[in-house]
């Protein structure tokens, strides 16, 4: 009992330390200190140790010896090996997800996308995606695959930390991309399994090229100003 109390206040701790990584409250290259984040949640530093290891497994954090837990850098060359990864896990996602729904799966499923269509229209690119990528997370059941749904849940994290730099992009791409989710769903409807995996690639594919402009444009507003500071 003890040692489950134990685990659920890391796993606390470890969401409580992604969500200011996921933000941009800490920052890549910033290490994470823990007798602050002990101090802040009151919590002792072994506590916040056990956190920073299962944190690593959702990549937002490298731990070095003599350096202690590091936030991961984001970069181009990254943000592509991400996003290959979530294409290949969400595609066998979808078409298992395909293969397998029952009656009131597919009611479930119609009301997310009735969710999901709402919040592309109020602008809500956050709420959008995270009832998409949760939703996947969820199936665990219809995917009957606890290895394939461990390496995803893993990913989520640093999924959700791309996406947050596509908050301000435009309504326009959003649709977009709710137009590209909706291939997906209606394949799944009729059962195309295939045609679901493949518009599900078509997705986070257009996703990875909203992250990669977005990291780019704040890259070059990190330049300018790191320019304008040496003046």
């Known amino acids: ?10 796993e606390q701790i470890a969401k409580h330390i992604s969500e200011q990584i996921i933000s941009g ?13 002990a101090k802040e949640l009151d919590v002792s530093r072994g ?29 181009a060359q990254q943000v592509r090996a991400l996003f290959d990864s979530c294409a290949m896990l969400s595609g066998q996602i979808v078409q298992r ?28 690119t956050e709420k959008f995606y995270d009832l998409i990528f949760q939703y996947l997370a969820r199936q665990q059941e219809m995917v009957a695959n606890p290895y394939l749904m461990n390496f995803y849940q893993e990913l989520l994290p640093s999924v959700r930390r791309s996406y947050f730099l596509t ?9 977009e991309s709710f137009e590209l989710f909706k ?12 045609q679901a995996t493949l518009f599900m690639d078509d ?3 257009h ?3 909203l992250v990669l402009e977005s990291l780019t444009r704040m890259k070059q507003i990190e330049l300018a100003w790191a320019r304008r500071s040496r003046r």
């Open 97 to 124: 997800i395909a293969e397998t729904w029952r009656q009131h799966e597919a009611e479930q499923f119609q009301k997310l996308m009735e969710q999901i269509q709402e919040e592309c229209r109020h602008g809500h």
């Open 183 to 194: 291939l997906v769903s209606d394949a799944i409807l009729i059962r195309k399994s295939q």
């Open 207 to 209: 996703l990875r090229n």
């Open 47 to 75: 506590s916040v140790r056990e956190a920073l290891l299962l944190l690593e497994r959702t990549h937002l954090i490298q731990i070095f010896p003599r350096r202690g837990a590091i936030v991961s850098e984001m970069s």
């Open 1 to 10: 009992m003890q040692q489950e109390e134990i685990e659920s206040l890391s």
């Open 167 to 175: 908050l301000n992009t435009s309504r326009r791409e959003l649709q």
């Open 25 to 37: 409250e800490l920052v890549e290259g910033e290490r994470i200190q823990e007798l602050r984040i």
């Open 203 to 205: 997705f986070c594919r």
